[in-house]
């Protein structure tokens, strides 16, 4: 089996940046002392400093070298990645407090206006909005690839781990146990993602 070091190299060093971008902006971590409070910090999503560093850079270096389409299938990739990037990161801007974190850590540049949620994303979830269009193109690439079995299922054990640190502790950091509203779409997003990677798994092989 290929192992393509270089994507496994460059997927750490995007999150590492992105990591030192959060220390600068006092959201790295929750002693950083940020006012108002910021729970999940860079350190407390789990899915970043386990899903994006650890997990995420295996996948790439195993999936990346049997890769291989024509520029108009990868630019319909970033076109699709981008409009997923762009909607999940809307939908993630803050209502409470309880919900800030290193990707927005304050309202100060929208003024609490929804409309402008996109004024509220720190430099560290610029990099993050990035990391994620570009994580997307590679898993659109793998699911449009023909792979090897010991692939899929190496990919299949992934990414149903990656759900674990990159949903549910994440979802559990912003006030899980203490609103119903939230264990109920923490869980629904989780089930939802473990049928596409169940469905999709059966697919390619």
């Known amino acids: ?35 108002p409070h910021i729970r999940l910090s860079f350190l407390w999503h789990w899915g970043v400093v386990v899903g994006d560093l650890i997990i995420l850079p295996v996948f790439n270096g195993i999936v990346i070298p049997y ?33 800030l974190g290193f990707v927005y850590p304050d309202w100060e540049r929208s003024g609490r206006d929804k409309k402008l949620w996109y004024r509220d994303m720190s430099l560290a979830g610029g990099i993050h909005f990035i990391f994620m269009t570009l994580q997307l193109v590679i898993i659109f690439g793998y699911i449009f690839t023909a792979m090897p079995d010991e692939i899929v299922w190496q990919v299949c054990t992934i990414f149903l781990i990656f759900i674990l640190f990159g949903v549910i502790e994440p979802g559990v950091v912003e006030g899980w146990p203490l609103s119903k509203e939230k264990k109920l779409i923490t869980l629904g997003t989780a089930i939802a993602l473990w049928l596409i990677v169940g469905v999709v798994t059966c697919i390619k092989l």
């Open 1 to 35: 089996m290929e192992f393509y070091w270089q994507a496994y190299f460059s997927t750490v060093a995007l999150v590492c940046y992105e990591g030192l971008c959060a220390i600068c902006e006092k959201t790295f971590s929750r002693k950083q002392g940020r006012t």
């Open 67 to 99: 890769l291989n389409f024509p520029i108009w299938g990868w630019s319909l990739f970033f076109l699709a990645s981008l409009a997923i990037t762009f909607y999940c990161h809307k939908a993630w801007w803050p209502t409470s407090e309880k919900a």
